[in-house]
Nanobody
Framework: EVQLVESGGGLVQPGGSLRLSCATS????????ITWVRQAPGKGLEWVST????????YYAGSMKDRFTISRDNDKNTVYLQMNNLKSEDTAVYYC?????????????WGQGTQVTVSS
């Protein structure tokens, strides 16, 4: 059974940092891209960042490129999202999603999400 479980969310002050984790199981981890997507209150889904399956390529939404870093640990089957200099507009539920084999921009499995709240 494919599973993705996010963790690491919480309440942080503006300018602070958080590291989100997406622990996966049930599939061959290094054959699938993993993506972070977020949903702010009252808004639609917003793509944040993608880590390709095993070639080291990473992709970011423009507004987050200088503040967020995605990485994957193929030994732990986990993808991380390091978020620095957080802003109130980063408040959202953050989801990780798996892409089908050798596909980058489609998603077939999702985690349950982790809440990130940026507030003073």
């Amino acid at each position: 059974e494919v599973q993705l479980v996010e963790s690491g969310g919480g309440l942080v002050q503006p300018g602070g940092s958080l590291r989100l984790s997406c622990a996966t199981s049930g599939f061959t981890f290094d054959e699938h891209a993993i993506t972070w997507v977020r949903q702010a209150p009252g808004k639609g889904l917003e793509w944040v960042s993608t880590a390709s399956w095993n070639d080291g390529f990473t992709y970011y939404a423009g507004s987050m490129k200088d503040r967020f870093t995605i990485s994957r640990d193929n030994d732990k089957n986990t993808v991380y999202l390091q978020m620095n200099n957080l802003k109130s507009e980063d408040t959202a539920v953050y989801y990780c999603a798996r892409s089908p084999y050798s596909i980058l921009w489609e998603y077939d499995y999702w985690g349950q999400g982790t809440q990130v709240t940026v507030s003073s």
